[in-house]
């Protein structure tokens, strides 16, 4: 049949139709005409507590009923759930790879790499690609998912799966993977991201392809890798999943002028990280009050600018230790941060272990 729902609780009432929807409508409007007067006059206090969780302002009786008999044929009807996960992605660490991959008959059993983990934050490889030839079968425990040519599959960190062609014969897909830091989580901002294993192809689905596309470009060129244009074409791929994958985004999203003042006062903190900056000294560059970047910016970013700020100086700092060979006071030096014992307390808060651990678990 082909009913795909993608999202966890409440989200997954978010279903859409991906083929044959006429094979459904013989038996769905009867039944809808049958059912909804039945039912109704029974989910009428359900009514405002799903509009919260679904973050509607309002929902008909109508609309939701429709999603009720939508969830039961979902259950009895040959309907595959898209599995997702929801993370909240706070740095950028590396890209792993990314390449054209061509194959006959392929088929791998794999396990996304976890590179440690404490309590929810993690640091792990995350894999985005696009099946260009040959659609792929994705296993896991709970069932079977096709993602047909053109689409677009995303395995989270730590996610074993078994994968293989759905036909014999030559395959074809381009994929990257990249290192990340991430929080699971179930909170709503704006670096979280509910990711499905697959996104059905469409105009929306065609953006994040030429990302993919742009940096495996760039991995299979012979030009240095750069710390800084890997990191943008990430954020940029992982923009483009986000506003693929939302729906109703419209009234929570921050305006194109309050997102225009952010990407400023990010580009002149990057710009000026090897010293301290405030607030107040951004705001005045960009040409705004310091509250109203301070407010704009917790709601672009999910979180308060000096955090962003001081997320940012650390990575940058990890990135001098992994890299360069800096010391912690060396890199620290780097950033506009002089004071060892500052940098330890910083950094302990953020990733919740001392510069050491952090260096004995991920720089091996």
């Given at each position: 049949m082909g009913l795909y729902a993608f999202g966890e609780s409440a989200n997954s009432l978010k279903l859409f139709c991906t083929t044959s929807f006429h094979r459904?409508?013989?038996?769905l409007f009867p039944f809808c005409g049958f059912i909804i007067p039945l039912?109704?006059?029974?989910?009428?206090?359900?009514i405002e507590y799903f509009s919260y969780?679904?973050?509607?302002?309002?929902?008909?009786?109508?609309?939701?009923?429709?999603?009720?008999?939508c969830a039961i044929i979902f259950m009895i009807g040959d309907v595959k759930m898209i599995p997702t996960v929801k993370i909240d992605i706070k740095n950028f660490v590396k890209i792993e790879y990314a390449h054209e991959h061509s194959a006959n008959d392929y088929t791998y059993t794999v396990e996304t790499e976890d590179k440690g983990s404490r309590g929810?934050?993690?640091?792990?490889?995350?894999?985005?690609?696009v099946v260009k030839q040959n659609p792929l079968i994705f296993k896991d425990k709970k069932g079977e998912y096709i993602a047909e040519e053109k689409d677009i599959f995303i395995i989270p960190p730590k996610y074993r799966y078994e994968v293989s062609t759905l036909n014999k014969g030559a395959h074809r897909h381009f994929t990257t993977e990249a290192v990340i830091e991430f929080d699971r989580t179930e909170k709503n901002t704006n670096t979280a991201l509910t990711l499905p294993l697959?996104?059905?192809?469409?105009?929306?689905?065609?953006?994040?392809?030429e990302d993919i596309k742009r940096i495996v470009s760039k991995s299979s060129s012979l030009h240095e890798s750069n710390y800084f244009e890997d990191c943008s074409d990430y954020m940029r791929l992982l923009s483009h999943i986000k506003k693929a994958t939302e729906i109703n985004t419209e009234e929570s999203d921050p305006s194109?002028?309050?997102?225009?003042?952010?990407?400023?006062?990010?580009?002149?903190?990057?710009d000026n990280i090897?010293?301290?900056?405030?607030?107040?000294e951004i705001a005045n560059h960009i040409g705004i009050s310091k509250n109203y970047l301070t407010n704009i910016f917790s709601e672009y970013k999910g979180m308060p600018i000096t955090e962003?700020?001081?997320?940012?100086?650390?990575?940058?700092?990890i990135e001098l230790m992994r890299r360069f060979g800096y010391s912690a006071t060396e890199a620290g030096e780097y950033i506009g941060i002089d004071n060892v014992n500052y940098i330890s307390r910083m950094f302990k808060k953020y990733y919740g272990m001392t510069i050491r651990e952090y260096k004995q678990i991920y720089f091996g």
């Amino acid at each position: 049949m082909g009913l795909y729902a993608f999202g966890e609780s409440a989200n997954s009432l978010k279903l859409f139709c991906t083929t044959s929807f006429h094979r459904l409508s013989p038996f769905l409007f009867p039944f809808c005409g049958f059912i909804i007067p039945l039912i109704t006059p029974f989910v009428n206090k359900e009514i405002e507590y799903f509009s919260y969780s679904l973050n509607y302002t309002n929902i008909s009786k109508f609309s939701f009923t429709l999603a009720l008999i939508c969830a039961i044929i979902f259950m009895i009807g040959d309907v595959k759930m898209i599995p997702t996960v929801k993370i909240d992605i706070k740095n950028f660490v590396k890209i792993e790879y990314a390449h054209e991959h061509s194959a006959n008959d392929y088929t791998y059993t794999v396990e996304t790499e976890d590179k440690g983990s404490r309590g929810n934050f993690g640091i792990g490889v995350m894999e985005i690609g696009v099946v260009k030839q040959n659609p792929l079968i994705f296993k896991d425990k709970k069932g079977e998912y096709i993602a047909e040519e053109k689409d677009i599959f995303i395995i989270p960190p730590k996610y074993r799966y078994e994968v293989s062609t759905l036909n014999k014969g030559a395959h074809r897909h381009f994929t990257t993977e990249a290192v990340i830091e991430f929080d699971r989580t179930e909170k709503n901002t704006n670096t979280a991201l509910t990711l499905p294993l697959i996104i059905k192809a469409g105009k929306k689905s065609e953006k994040i392809e030429e990302d993919i596309k742009r940096i495996v470009s760039k991995s299979s060129s012979l030009h240095e890798s750069n710390y800084f244009e890997d990191c943008s074409d990430y954020m940029r791929l992982l923009s483009h999943i986000k506003k693929a994958t939302e729906i109703n985004t419209e009234e929570s999203d921050p305006s194109p002028s309050s997102v225009l003042y952010c990407i400023s006062a990010e580009k002149y903190a990057l710009d000026n990280i090897s010293r301290h900056m405030s607030v107040e000294e951004i705001a005045n560059h960009i040409g705004i009050s310091k509250n109203y970047l301070t407010n704009i910016f917790s709601e672009y970013k999910g979180m308060p600018i000096t955090e962003y700020i001081n997320r940012m100086k650390l990575n940058h700092m990890i990135e001098l230790m992994r890299r360069f060979g800096y010391s912690a006071t060396e890199a620290g030096e780097y950033i506009g941060i002089d004071n060892v014992n500052y940098i330890s307390r910083m950094f302990k808060k953020y990733y919740g272990m001392t510069i050491r651990e952090y260096k004995q678990i991920y720089f091996g």
